[in-house]
């Protein structure tokens, strides 16, 4: 392989402008990757956040179905396993649906600042004539 030659000095190489700008293609790219990397790793972490919540908010549908006195409204309270969450729970009548009524529960994990993470899920449950209860 031939190197390009300098026409007035003779001399083989790469001219500063070549090297400044494949530099200049290098550091581009290195940080697009970096940001790739970034935007990934907080994705991941919101995605693991979202399944821990999906999760726990289950396991508190799961412990409420079995009784039968519990409050109609539940708020902000901790969740015995995962104490850095909170737990909610309301009862709304499922007008669509008759003898039943919507058992809505939320989780969520306050941060310093803003809540980290939330999620809901609803579940048809039987009606209860006892005012005050599921």
């Given amino acids: 392989m031939r190197r390009a030659t300098d026409i007035s000095t003779g001399r083989l190489g790469v001219s ?3 090297t400044v700008l494949a ?7 290195l940080a697009a ?4 990397t970034f935007v990934g790793l907080r994705a991941s972490v919101r ?3 979202q399944t821990r919540a999906a999760l726990l908010c289950q396991s508190r549908i799961e412990s409420l179905l079995p009784s039968a006195n519990l409050p109609l409204r539940v708020e ?3 969740i015995p396993d995962a104490l850095d969450w ?4 309301e009862v709304f009548p499922a007008s669509e649906v008759d003898g039943m009524q ?4 939320s989780v969520h994990q306050p941060g310093p600042q803003v809540e980290l993470s939330r999620h809901s899920l609803a579940h ?11």
Avoid: F, M, T, Y
């Fill in 76 to 78: 902000n309270e901790p």
């Fill in 33 to 36: 990757l970096g940001h790739q």
């Fill in 23 to 29: 530099v200049a293609i290098l550091a581009a790219a």
């Fill in 102 to 105: 919507w058992l809505v529960v």
């Fill in 124 to 134: 048809l449950i039987p009606w209860n004539k006892e005012p005050g209860r599921l």
């Fill in 86 to 89: 909170r737990w909610s729970a």
């Fill in 16 to 18: 500063l402008l070549e």
């Fill in 47 to 49: 995605a693991e956040l």
